[in-house]
């Protein structure tokens, strides 16, 4: 008898163990409501299906599942754009699955738009809450349907997509994404509200594929042991975890992209007393305050603030002196200044009276540059923001460099290598914008008398002294007429610039009498100098050549208007220029490492990683001249001879001289022939319109040349058809012989991705078609590996004989551009 006790006791537990772990089942018409505090549970009560009430509004719910176990909810998953008022109810339905309905019992969400056959629900341990038919195959699941937070056995599939909230409690889509692209390639982007396109990624895992070589992206894993993963089409994973502190079995795990952008993965202990925090693991990516993380828009932080990385990776942010919260319950939103400058309403008044200049150190805003005076002091930088209307800081570094900024100003960060402080515009607090200036009745009439004793003096004096005064007076008035004249002049033809304008004996000294020459072309010589400042500015002065005639007058005024007007880092910079008779010269920085041409076709190859970045500047800064400028500039002369190195190799467009400006509503011109032979568009030679295309297709054979290391004419070459470079790399590209093409360079080869990428985009880029040929952002999209670069044509469908219409090309392959545009 007792050994038959025994076996019925062990018989009942054991059926209510396994009646535990039945997941709670929900069948078509069971409901919850808001107003209820009432869930669906998993088996081991770790996750709760229902109604979580807003702390910030109480009279409103989120249909959501959480942590049922952690004290301070933690919500994992909840329908996007969807807040339900008291009242609200979920049912489960036949024909829709999960349909929420408000108060008055409209329907404003449900899980699946038409699926009859829902025959029931249930929460389950893995946090997943399914819908199944009566076969018991799965219709609808959150794990399919994800928010902002991944668990353990969840799968995230190309297209798939996790979206940010909009702030912590604020659960309105916010401006940050994950997704795992079609290539395989896993990226972070913000996208701008309330459009979907994403921004050009701030991180990317380089999990997309190239054919031959890797194997693309085809899943990212988070698997039951906590780590998170890629998994390639061939079953490599490529690790994002790298340690694991915490087990799976003790410790709840999830990986969440929060609302500041941050993509980070959490554990948390299960046997917590309740007092415990989540704790972060791994994030990526690292410093998200680090300006090229996010270039486009405010960054993580509002317009105007200052992005700080705290302890845990994560970023706070706050606004600066003189700035205050423009929304005073969102930290991380926009700044805005107490007082704003509006230029021309203080006139009469000395703006030393009005604004002052507020110092911190170690603080930038990369973005919002408009223009950069150099060499300047500290004294000048602060005189020049002051009187500058719009000019809202000034970033003074370097001991000579001076950046101006204005509003609004975007991805401020605290840097420690700036090396240099933040000069903030401010309102000086006791003085009425609106009141007009006056000025001081005591100095008023000190003035007066000191103009009475001067006029006596003169009076007294002889007639020889003031035959000697007047004879100066009308001399110093000769000076200032002569002046004015210059001045006026030139404000006919120069833009209000921040060049300096120089004598001829000035860089003639400079110059040691033009003893030094760097280089020459069609209009002039370049020297090297050294202006007489501090310990010597080194500078190239370009003395022009001809410039009495029509071209060379016009080629004189285009550089000092086109060239004052731009900036970028990827730009040689004007510092003056010469008008002094007969006598036109332009006055640039000096870059140590000379030209491309030098670099490239000299005795020694250079490696492919540093002619990897000299690809990226050259194409960042024709993008700023196509699309970033106030007027449109086409180069028309882009060749390794117009590119120089500064001191880190970083590439700058240099020789404005042959530039064709566009304005603003104008897209394309007609123009005679210009730039150099072997990197001229073909359009020039049919009359046809010419447009920044031209400069596209000469970055295409200069990006040749930079794969390459050789030019792209070849006289001297013994095999014909390796003479002419375009035609020898199309060649190659389409045997799959691209080894030949960098000469069996290892570096170049170990990167045979890249190598590939960019032989493809260059010959996109020298499509004889202008129509085919990719702008700068879609070229540099490209290069990035951002999008999938498409097949290229044969870019010579005008030179060589082809049953293909022109015109059946150009539809076929304008296709391939769609994804990029």
């Known amino acids: 008898m007792p050994s038959f006790l025994l076996h019925l006791i062990l018989c009942l537990l054991l059926f209510l163990l396994l009646s535990c772990s039945v997941a709670q089942n929900v069948t078509a018409g069971d409901s919850l409501a808001a107003a209820e505090n009432s869930s669906w549970l998993s088996p081991s009560g770790d996750f709760a299906f229902g109604f979580y009430q807003l702390e910030s509004n109480k009279d409103l719910y989120l249909l959501a599942i959480w942590y049922a176990k952690i004290p301070q909810k933690t919500i994992i998953w909840y329908a996007k754009g969807v807040l339900a008022p008291k009242q609200s109810t979920v049912q489960l339905t036949s024909s829709q699955g999960l349909v929420l309905n408000d108060d008055r019992g409209n329907q404003i969400w449900a899980s699946l738009s038409n699926s009859v056959g829902v025959a029931s629900g249930s929460m389950g341990d893995s946090g997943n809450f399914v819908l199944q038919d009566s076969s018991s195959d799965i219709l609808w699941e959150s794990f399919k349907d994800p928010s902002d937070t991944l668990l353990p056995e969840q799968v995230l599939n190309r297209g798939m997509i996790l979206s940010s909230r909009q702030s912590e409690t604020n659960f309105s889509k916010g401006r940050f994404q994950l997704q795992l692209q079609e290539d ?4 972070l982007a913000t996208i701008n509200l309330p459009l979907t396109i994403a921004n050009q990624p701030y991180y990317a895992s380089g999990t997309y594929g190239e054919s031959n070589i890797s194997s693309p992206g085809y899943q990212l894993v988070f698997n039951s042991s906590g780590y998170l993963y890629v998994l390639r089409e061939n079953n490599q994973t490529v690790m994002l975890t790298q340690t694991m502190t915490a087990s799976s079995t003790n410790f709840y795990h999830r990986v969440s992209l929060n609302f500041d952008g941050v993509f980070t993965q959490y554990y948390y ?7 415990q925090n989540w704790t972060a693991l791994w994030s990526q990516p690292d410093d998200i305050c680090i300006s090229n993380r996010v270039t486009t828009g405010s960054g993580t932080c509002g317009y105007n603030s200052i992005c700080t990385l705290q302890a845990d990776k994560r970023p706070s942010c706050h606004c600066p002196d003189g700035y205050s919260l423009l929304d005073p319950n969102d930290s991380y939103g926009d700044c805005k200044p107490n007082h704003t ?14 604004y002052d200049l507020e110092e911190l150190t170690n603080i930038d805003w990369p973005e919002a540059d408009y223009a950069l005076l150099r060499p300047f002091s500290e004294k000048q930088c602060r005189q020049a923001c002051l009187h500058d209307c719009m000019c809202a800081v000034a970033i003074f570094r370097s001991g000579d460099m001076c950046w101006k900024k204005k509003l ?9 290598n700036n090396n240099g402080k933040a000069l903030i515009k401010v309102r000086i607090g006791n003085v009425n914008p609106r009141k007009p200036y006056m000025p001081d009745p005591v100095k008023t009439v000190k003035n007066k008398d000191d103009q009475i004793l001067i006029g006596r003096l003169l009076l007294g004096c002889s007639a020889f002294v003031n035959f000697l005064l007047l004879s100066a007076i009308c001399l110093g008035f000769f000076f200032i007429y002569r002046r004015k004249r210059t001045i006026a002049r030139y404000q006919d033809n120069i833009v209000d610039t921040n060049l300096r304008y120089f004598t001829y004996n000035e860089l003639l000294e400079a110059t040691d009498g033009f003893k030094e020459e760097l280089g020459r072309g069609a209009f002039g010589v370049v020297y090297k100098g ?11 002065v370009k003395k022009l050549h001809h410039v009495m005639q029509e071209d060379g007058l016009k080629e004189f005024k285009t550089e000092v208007n086109v060239i004052g007007q731009t900036h970028h880092k990827n730009l040689v910079r004007l510092l003056g220029f010469c008008d002094e008779g007969e006598q036109h010269l332009l006055v640039y920085e000096c870059l140590s490492n000379g030209s491309l041409s030098s670099f490239l076709f000299g005795e020694m190859r250079p490696s492919w990683s540093k002619r990897i970045p000299i690809v990226f500047g050259i194409a960042r800064g ?21 590119i120089l190195l500064d001191d880190y190799y970083n590439a700058r467009i240099s020789d404005f001289g042959l530039a064709k400006l566009l304005v603003l509503n104008q897209s394309q011109t007609l123009t005679a022939i210009r730039g150099t032979k072997g990197y001229v568009a073909p359009e020039w030679f049919r009359s046809m319109p010419v447009t920044v295309k031209v400069d596209v297709y000469s970055f295409g054979v200069l990006l040749l040349e930079i794969i390459c290391c050789r030019r792209s004419v070849e006289r001297t070459e013994s095999i014909a058809e390796k003479a002419i470079l375009t035609d020898w790399a199309y060649d190659c590209y389409c045997e799959g012989s691209l080894d030949a093409l960098v000469e069996y360079e290892p570096e170049a080869l170990e ?43 044969c870019p010579f469908p005008f030179s060589i004989q082809t049953d293909t219409p022109t015109t059946t090309l150009k539809h076929e ?9």
């Open 813 to 821: 392959t304008s296709l391939s551009f769609g994804s990029i545009q």
């Open 184 to 187: 395989g390639n896993l990226v």
């Open 341 to 354: 400058q509006i230029c021309g309403e203080d006139e009469g008044v000395p703006v030393e009276n009005l």
């Open 530 to 540: 050294a202006l007489r400042i501090g310990s010597g500015v080194l500078v190239a």
């Open 408 to 416: 609004p100003m975007s991805n401020g960060r605290v840097d420690t």
């Open 622 to 642: 024709l993008l700023y001249l196509h699309e970033e400028c106030s007027t449109q500039i086409i180069h028309c002369d882009i060749k390794p001879q117009n």
């Open 269 to 275: 202990p299960k046997t917590s007393a309740g007092d």
């Open 751 to 793: 990167d045979r991705a890249r190598l590939k990428r960019f032989v493809m985009v260059a010959i996109w880029c020298i499509q004889e078609d202008p129509s085919l040929r990719p702008s700068m952002w879609q070229v540099i999209r490209m290069l990035e590996g951002v999008c999938e670069v498409p097949s290229p044509p």
